[in-house]
């Protein structure tokens, strides 16, 4: 079975501070993707990021990067510079081969920025 | 390019009353999907339509139920409304060609039962 787990049910950050959201992963699939997204208060899920399970590389866009770490079955989000509408609630998300393109979510981290 | 567009935004029944959500997809995109969330639960898969066929569903009851038209555009109906349906429904929009597209999500319709 997939599960994601993200431990960190909130989070207080200073404005300009960096931070990083804690994202871990358990699946069988030898391929699969991981995505972040953002859910401010209004409700709407934004994409922020994608990472594939075959990427060399981290993924990056703009400020949000990912921190992969495959052998720990981890993906991290990292957020420089952090600003004000960085508020919200941040979500981990995974697809897998398998899954009958099924996302399957974390409970997600509200992540509250302090001016 | 336009996004996903859900009407209504809120919405507000009583138990035994009946709904139907809309929700217009990304131009292109052809794969639908719904997501109820509730505080409680977080977020659940309910049901995704590709090319007019619900391709794929999850654990909801047959209160539950959805279609696609030929425009892509999708809707789901939830029947005999109950207090713990009232939750945000989100639907989100791909192009469903490649295991590692992304889905992009509509603003939601936030339901409230009486």
């Known amino acids: 079975a997939q599960k994601i787990t993200q431990t960190q049910p909130g989070m207080f950050v200073q404005e300009k501070e960096a931070v990083t959201l804690d994202c871990t992963y358990d699946t069988s699939d030898q391929s699969y993707g991981l995505f972040w997204y953002k859910q401010p208060s209004s409700g709407e899920m934004i994409f922020l990021i994608y990472q594939g399970s075959y990427d060399e590389q981290n993924a990056t866009e703009g400020r949000y990067s990912l921190n992969f770490q495959k052998a720990r079955k981890s993906a991290n989000l990292v957020i420089s510079a952090s600003q004000l509408g960085d508020s919200a609630m941040y979500f981990c998300?995974?697809?897998?081969?398998?899954?009958?393109?099924?996302?399957?979510w974390g409970a997600g981290t509200k992540l509250i920025i302090k001016p | 390019k336009a996004g996903v567009t859900q009407t209504p935004r809120y919405l507000i029944k009583t138990r035994g009353q009946q709904v139907t959500l809309s929700c217009s997809p990304i131009?292109?995109?052809?794969?639908v999907s719904w997501y109820q969330q509730t505080p409680g639960q977080g977020l659940q898969f309910l049901f995704e339509y590709f090319s007019e066929t619900q391709r794929n569903k999850g654990n909801f009851p047959g209160r539950f139920s959805g279609r696609q038209f030929s425009n892509s555009r999708s809707e789901m109906n939830v029947s005999t409304l109950e207090l713990g349906d009232s939750a945000l429904y989100l639907c989100a929009s791909s192009r469903r060609d490649s295991n590692t597209d992304t889905q992009y999500f509509g603003p939601g319709t936030r339901l409230t039962v009486l």
């Open positions: 998300a995974m697809r897998g081969l398998d899954s009958n393109y099924q996302l399957i």
């Open positions: 131009s292109g995109h052809r794969s």
